[in-house]
């Protein structure tokens, strides 16, 4: 369970960003979070992975919590695919070969462990990203916008992986798209105007989100 007890975040010298968030997120829960650009879902992320401590207030989590899905920014750009796989799962204390097998299995990214990763073609790097979101277990896996990545071909493949991870652990999905979020989640949240509002369902959400003027 994730228990955020009045969560509040403000960036050194900026307004609020968050302001008073309380709510419990369960087990198993697909939690779908409707939130537009610039209302804070980033930051709400990593408050929930650990990555950012609120300002006041508390979020009690016993579980692992992922990074969002398929994100690149902690790899280093001058290190090679292998050797951002090994600080990867030194740092995070996880099994280095099943990580390459789920990288060159999804990914397939054999011919490019020696490459530096500023070498990869952004699908490549995408790919990588979120084979290893994947392939590192968590209780809970945090999506932004989207559930999987590259063309048409790879929608099937992303979905299964997805799927197979999702089987006993929780998803919090941050979107703007109300119809995604009714497919793929069982609980509905707005967050706006440092707010985090639970609706009975994305649509409702949607429809507030628009009714509500936005914060000066």
């Not at 409707?34 to 929930?48: I, W």
């Not at 530096?116 to 277990?137: I, N």
Request: charge should be neutral; include cysteine; proline fraction near 3%.
């Amino acid at each position: 369970m994730i228990m955020l007890d009045n969560v509040c975040f403000a960036y050194r010298g900026s307004k609020p960003v968050l302001n008073e968030i309380n709510t419990r997120f369960f087990s198993g829960d697909r939690v779908g979070i409707y939130a537009e650009s610039g209302q804070g879902k980033t930051t709400l992320a990593r408050l929930l992975n650990g990555f950012l401590t609120p300002s006041s207030g508390f979020v009690h989590c016993n579980d692992s919590v992922s990074w969002i899905l398929g994100d690149t920014s902690f790899f280093h750009r001058e290190l090679s695919v292998y050797d951002n796989l090994v600080l990867l799962c030194e740092i995070l204390n996880r099994d280095l070969e099943t990580v390459l097998l789920w990288v060159n299995t999804f990914a397939q990214l054999q011919g490019f462990q020696n490459k530096p990763l500023k070498g990869l073609t952004p699908q490549q790097k995408a790919l990588l990203g979120y084979s290893v979101s994947l392939a590192v277990k968590y209780n809970w896996y945090i999506a932004d916008e989207k559930l999987t990545v590259g063309g048409r071909e790879l929608l099937p493949i992303c979905e299964a992986a997805l799927e197979q991870q999702l089987s006993d652990s929780g998803l919090i999905f941050f979107s703007k798209n109300s119809k995604q979020l009714q497919t793929h989640c069982n609980r509905f949240f707005i967050l706006k105007n440092t707010k985090l509002i639970e609706c009975e369902s994305a649509e409702m959400a949607e429809a507030i989100s628009k009714q509500w003027p936005k914060k000066n």
